[in-house]
Every structure is written in C-alpha cells, then in structure tokens.
DNA sequence: GTCTATACAGCGATAGAC
DNA sequence: GTCTATCGCTGTATAGAC
C-alpha cells in the first residue's frame, strides 16, 4: 500500500480509485474543514465528481461513510495499542512509541481523520460503540503513566488528564499537519519527545527512551 | 459576579437570569455537547422555557448567538494575554501565567464554551474575524515560547507546534472539566504546571515560576 | 453504477395578534 | 416580550429509467 506514503495532494489528483474509496476520501476532508453537519451530500458527491443520489449506492446513509472511517481508524489504533502497552518495556518507551505510530498513523492516513473526534460526531448516541472504543484507547494510555508515576519513571501527575490532553494535542497536530506542513519531518517524534519529556521524573533520561522506543518489535511486526 | 464562581447547575437552577443570558447559557452548552450546525433554535427555546420564534427577538439571527459567545470569550482573554506577554518577566513565569489565567477564565466562565472553537464553527467565513483574533492569540503564545528558547529558559522546539498543543489542550482539558470534575480543584495551576515543566530546560525550576506567576500583578488589577 | 426527478422532513426566519 | 401560524429553503434519502 505504498499509496499511503504519497502526499495526499498526489493520491488524488492521479491514483484512480474506486468510486467508494474516493467518497471516503473526499468526505473525510470536509468533514475536516467544515465539520460533520456542515458538511452536506451534494458537496461530497461534487467533490467526487458525481451526483447526490449516487453517494447512496456506495452508502446506505451518511452516517455509514464516517463509520467507515471510525473502522478504519480505530479498528488499527485500539489493538496496537494495546499491544505497545503490554510489552515488558518501561512505561515511558511504551508511551513514547504510542504516541510516535499513532501520529505516523495519522500522518500516513489516505483521509484526514480529525473531523471524526469532534463531541458533534463521536458524541452522537449512533456513534456510541466507536466512543468506547476512544474511551478504551484513552484508559489504555491513562493507564501506561499510571504505571510509569507508580515506577518512579514519570512525575506524580492526573493521569486522567494527561490522556486527555495527548488527545487533545493528537487532534490538534494533526490540524497543523493537513493545514500544508511537510509530512515525514518529524512531527511524530517531536510531539512524542515533547509529551514524554514533560512527564519524565528525570528528563535526561529523553534519549535513551526515544533510542528504545524505536527499537521495540511488536508482535506481528 | 459571584455567580461566576457557583457551580453551572447551581446558577440554572437558582438564579433568575435575564432571557437573553439564558439563551447564551443554555445555546452554548448544547453547541457544545451536539455541535453548533446540530443544535436547532428549537432545542435552544425549549431548553430556556420558551417558543422557537421568541428567540429571534432577542438575537437577529442564529449566527447572532454565536458572535456573542466569542465577543464574551475572546474579547476578554486577548487582551488579557497581550497584557501578560508584555510584561518584562521570564518567559516561562508568563507562559505559567497565561495558562492559568485561560483555565481559570474557562472554568469559572457561565458558559460552556468548547464548542466554539471547533472548525465548523470558528473556520465558517462568517466568522473569520474571530478566527483572526484566536490565531492572534497563538500567536502571542507561541512569541512568549519563542522568547523562552531564544533565553535559554526553554529547549528548542517548534514554537508554532507547542502553541497548537496549548490549544488542543485547553479544548479538552475544559471538556473533561464540563463532564463534571469539581471546579476550583487545582486544574489550572495542574495543566500549566504539566505544559511548563515539559519546555523548560531546568524543570526544577517550575516551583519558582509557579511562585513568581501567581504573585504577577496585571495592569489594571 | 449512474442518472433525473422527487418525496418529505426539518431548518431558520418572518408576520402579525395579544 | 411572547405567542401561533406559516413561509421558503435545504437536507437526506428513494424511485425508477438507462
């Protein structure tokens, strides 16, 4: 799937994808600029170059083109995540290396998925099992400082609000990363250097962290 | 305005205020648990007790009710920051400062406010004044962090990315707050404790920078 | 698989009585 | 200042031809 590591830019104008694939792609990106209401079925199907009721042969409802992405998405992020936590690793390379592929995983995305975590979205009681799954994925991590405070690695800190705000700092970045900056620069590992190195206990200890987290072999890898 | 400091349920139960404050109330917080396109005048009249209609007597328009909500949110905390970033004190005792002063002023706010500055609404053309005064506001953020690497206080990052992850937190950390966590618990001086210690060069010196933030006088305090 | 035509529900906003 | 009644528009989704 070398196409995911093409500027998003190049995918569209010149991979000819399946209609559905690119209902998925266009729909992701307004969703993105003008949120989920906004956005209407006339302006994904122009963007895609067909008609409105057309959408309908690919989708049975609006709603199921962003249950289409939430899958994608999460059904990828919440198991490898899962997987980074469980390793025998010290919670601080486990944290790092999360934030470090969960970022590429956004970077690399054909679509641009910061529309989907907006409450006005993921909120909706339709939506409700891809919430706890979010919700999941927000204990997951909350639970990794947890350990790495209780281990003495990580300073006492909320661990709830932590995970609160990596989320809110993954959305954010991501914003900044579609609004034109250059991918595979790095945002990846400067976010994650930033987030860990706030929590660390001894902030020296950044590097060897960073060094282990890239050498971590997941299963299945 | 003591009502400021009572808890949100608390003010909506008791207090009496005047219609067009209820509208505010009760608008802003359905924008933000269902999104400002998802939210019909409707379920605003029915939340404030009255007829659909007898809102556009006290706003023209649906739009109207959002403009105040930024005018009460923005036209306070932009000038209140531009005052911070021009004092002549250590970078990171104005970033301290700042973050505190944003949490608390989002805390203590009557209304709801995170669901303003999702895309949808803030990115909407109609709205772009607004969305000029917050990158405004980024921008004094990232100037204060930029200042704080150029002075040694701060490690060298991206200035521009640690003032989108500013935000990204803030938006979350006020949604987990509106979800129910007591206010007045510390959140504020616990999320800028967490943001300065991870730029600072020397975290050990955060106890100093807390010390000397809260004993900052404004200009016209 | 895409089209034209259209159903039909819900939206913001207005008119005018009280 | 709030009401009832209603307008005009736009939204999602369907029917059925090609």
Redesign the interface.
């Known amino acids: 799937m070398v196409a995911r590591r093409l500027p998003r830019a190049l995918v569209a104008a010149c991979v000819p994808l399946a209609t559905r694939e690119r209902i998925l792609f266009e729909a992701a990106h307004l969703f993105?600029?003008?949120?989920?209401?906004?956005t209407t079925t006339r302006q994904i199907a122009e963007a895609v170059g067909i008609r409105q009721p057309s959408l309908f042969h690919h989708f049975a409802t609006k709603d199921a083109i962003v249950e289409a992405l939430f899958d994608w998405d999460l059904g990828l992020a919440l198991p490898r995540t899962r997987a980074v936590a469980a390793l025998p690793e010290p919670a601080a390379v486990r944290l790092y290396r999360y934030l470090h592929d969960d970022l590429r995983h956004l970077e690399e995305a054909p679509y641009n998925l910061s529309?989907l975590y907006?409450?006005?979205?993921i909120?909706?009681p339709e939506f409700a099992p891809w919430a706890e799954r979010r919700d999941l994925l927000h204990r997951v991590v909350a639970g990794i400082v947890r350990e790495g405070t209780a281990a003495g690695e990580f300073?006492e800190?909320?661990a709830?609000?932590?995970s609160?705000?990596i989320?809110?700092?993954?959305?954010?970045?991501l914003?900044?990363h579609s609004g034109g900056r250059a991918p595979g620069r790095g945002?990846a590992d400067?976010?994650a250097r930033?987030?860990v190195?706030?929590?660390l206990a001894d902030?020296a200890a950044l590097e060897e962290v960073q060094g282990r987290a890239a050498l971590l072999r997941l299963p299945g890898e």
Chains 1, 2 share one sequence.
Request: hydrophobic share 55%; proline share 2%; charged share 20%.
């Open positions: 993105a600029a003008q949120g989920f209401h906004a529309g907006a409450d006005e979205v909120g909706r300073i800190v909320d709830t609000l932590v609160q705000a989320a809110g700092i993954l959305v954010r970045a914003t900044l945002l400067e976010v930033l987030v190195r706030g929590l902030p």
